[in-house]
Structure formats: structure tokens, C-alpha cells
């Protein structure tokens, strides 16, 4: 934490990219306690965001008093992101960048600031490139925090969001090369929210044409087993023909073996 403290009492004022998630939401904690009056937080809302996360994102910067603005970001109006490449999350970051420092112009930051921590970098994540080529630091990264330090510490630290788990963008839910609609992300959204409603609070849909494959850790398959009437009813509702439980459970970046075939 030593080396974090310091980077954070010496800015000058700073814009954190916010998600709610574990890793940004300890990061504007932290700079919350340390220099509150030179923090502001943007979250940048459009359909790739659950509208849970949302909400959530917002009740856990009001608990923390954390100044949050929620800035619309009209990535579906870019045609090359809708299509869908593997550097999907490239572009959407590049594109998010200029909205995060028109931001911290406004308000006056020096800096534009991320969650990205060291277990990132085990991923692919191209959108940290991008991120790099446009100026946007990454303190938790050169203080060489890990996931589970940011996790260990925060629940140390007695911060209720200890064990969260991460969240992705509903993008990650289709395969590379499909083009990325309102609809099918909204559609992907409401298959997860009825399936967290159900009492599975780590769960992934992923989509392939009318296939919905669904994610849960192993100790959750028997139990959606047992509900498979029901949801597979409500797969169908969605437009989802078929819908299959994956045997290798909840995996990140599940959809990334696809780039071999690109």
C-alpha cells in the first residue's frame, strides 16, 4: 500500500475510469480517503453495461462518498466496433479515452486513471494498449497490485465490495466476428439478470445464433440442472432456441480461443 499512498498524495488531481467493479472501486476508495477533494470518478454508460451494474456502481461510489458522474458513451454508433473485430476492446477503449479526458479537462485533472492491475496482463486485454497509447495510468499496475492483493486488502480494509466478482462487459458474450446489436445485448442482459435472480450470482450467457451457452462455477451445475425447464423457458422467450450448459464452468475470456480461427 506504501508505494500506492505516495503515487496518490502526489497527484495533482485525477479522473478514475469507474466500472463499480473490485479493482477501480478500490482504487477510488483509497484516493477517496487519501485526496477526496481531487477525485472524480466517470462512469461511462451505455448497452455494453448491465443496468444492475449500474445502479450498483452508483450505490457502492454513494457509500464512499465518492463524486461519480455517469457520462452516456454511444460505442454502438461506431461501425467497426459493432462488427465485431478482435480488437473490439481496442477500439472501444480509444474511444472511451477521449470521452475520459474531455472529462478531466473539464473538471481540471491532470490525470486519467484505470483499474487496471498486474493479474490483467495475464489476459487478453488489447484494450490496455490502447489505454497505454492514450495517456491513461494505471497505479494499481505500477504499484504492482494483483487481484487477489486488491482483494485481500479491501477486505482488510472492511470495503463490503471484498468479493465481488468481476463483471465484463456484455460484449465478451459474443463470439468475435458477430455483429454486436442493442438487441442481443439486451437480450443477453435479461437471460443473466433471470439467472442471478434465480440465486446463480456467477453466471455467464454466452451467445452463438440462436444458442445460448450458459456459465456457472461447477457447484452450481447441479442446481441449474434442476431448473432447466424453467430456464430453458425463458431462454426461448428471450429468442434463444437452445440453450446448453457448459461443462467446463465459468472460464474469462472464454470466447477468446476463437481467435485461432481468425
Same mark, same amino acid.
Given at each position: ?7 496518490? +498524495? ?25 485526496? #477526496? ?9 451505455? #448497452?455494453?453495461?448491465? +443496468? ?31 462488427? @465485431? ?31 487496471? @492491475? ?25 504499484? +504492482? ?22 463483471? #465484463? ?17 439486451? +437480450? ?75
Amino acid at each position: 500500500m506504501h508505494a500506492l499512498i505516495k503515487y496518490l +498524495r502526489g497527484s495533482r488531481g485525477m479522473v478514475i475510469s469507474y466500472s463499480g467493479g473490485l479493482d477501480s472501486t478500490f482504487l477510488a476508495a483509497v484516493a477517496q480517503e487519501l485526496i #477526496p477533494g481531487l477525485t472524480r470518478c466517470v462512469l461511462l454508460d451505455s #448497452p455494453l453495461v448491465p +443496468r444492475r451494474t449500474i445502479d450498483e456502481a452508483e450505490s457502492r461510489a454513494a457509500y464512499f462518498k465518492i463524486r461519480c458522474e455517469i457520462v452516456p458513451f454511444p460505442i454502438l454508433g461506431d461501425e467497426e466496433f459493432k462488427k @465485431n473485430p478482435i480488437a473490439r476492446c481496442y477500439i472501444c477503449k480509444k474511444r472511451a479515452a477521449a470521452v475520459l479526458w474531455k472529462k478531466a479537462a473539464q473538471y481540471g485533472m491532470n490525470d486519467v486513471v484505470d483499474g487496471v @492491475n498486474c493479474s490483467d496482463y495475464k489476459e487478453f486485454r488489447p484494450g490496455i494498449r490502447a489505454a497505454d497509447e492514450e495517456g491513461i495510468i494505471h497505479p494499481l499496475a505500477e504499484c +504492482r497490485f494483483t487481484k487477489p492483493m486488491i482483494r485481500a486488502i479491501s477486505k482488510e480494509r472492511g470495503y463490503p465490495f471484498w468479493d465481488l466478482t468481476s463483471a #465484463p462487459c456484455l460484449a465478451t458474450r459474443i463470439p468475435y466476428g458477430h455483429e454486436i446489436t442493442k438487441d442481443l445485448l439486451e +437480450r443477453i442482459e435479461y437471460a443473466e439478470d433471470f439467472l442471478i435472480d434465480s440465486g446463480f450470482y456467477q453466471v455467464r450467457v454466452r451467445t452463438h445464433g440462436n444458442l445460448a451457452r450458459i456459465e456457472v462455477p461447477e457447484s452450481d451445475m447441479p442446481r441449474l440442472l434442476g431448473d432447466r425447464d424453467k430456464i430453458t423457458c425463458r431462454m426461448r422467450e428471450l429468442g434463444f432456441l437452445y440453450c446448453t450448459l457448459d461443462l467446463e464452468g465459468i472460464q474469462s475470456g472464454s470466447m477468446d480461443r476463437e481467435i485461432a480461427l481468425f
